[in-house]
């Protein structure tokens, strides 16, 4: 199983970006995903989570900006960034919690650079 994501970028402040992350390989089923970031000398941190019944839940930081959302017939989670900041500048990671024909794990993807230039 592998988490691909894309979709990364330089923008201008005010300006959108949208982040997918698409799972492949033996996946049986998709549990809760996420997307985290980290930022120059700072830790990872949660930006939003997806439940596989729907439920939702943002950092602080985002809501009302970001919007989190899966196709599960693409297997693909993606997360729609508005209203962009210069502090929402860094490595955008997906995760995820699949169940493949190895068993469950959490898989994470390779990160996705964003910048936003003010």
């Known amino acids: 199983v592998q988490l691909q994501a894309s979709g990364g970028g330089l923008v201008q402040a005010g300006e959108s970006l949208r982040l997918s992350c698409e799972a492949s390989g033996s996946i049986i089923k998709i549990g809760v995903v996420g997307w985290y970031r980290q930022a120059p000398g700072n830790q990872r941190e949660l930006v939003a989570v997806?439940?596989?019944?729907?439920?939702?839940n943002y950092a602080d930081s985002v809501k009302g900006r970001f919007t989190i959302s899966r196709d599960n017939a693409r297997n693909t989670v993606y997360l729609q960034m508005n209203s962009l900041k210069p502090e929402d500048i860094a490595v955008y990671y997906c995760?995820?919690?699949?169940?493949?024909?190895?068993?469950?794990?959490?898989?994470w993807g390779q990160g996705t650079l964003v910048t936003v230039s003010s």
């Open positions: 997806h439940t596989s019944t729907g439920t939702t």
């Open positions: 995760a995820g919690v699949i169940v493949s024909a190895t068993g469950t794990d959490n898989y």
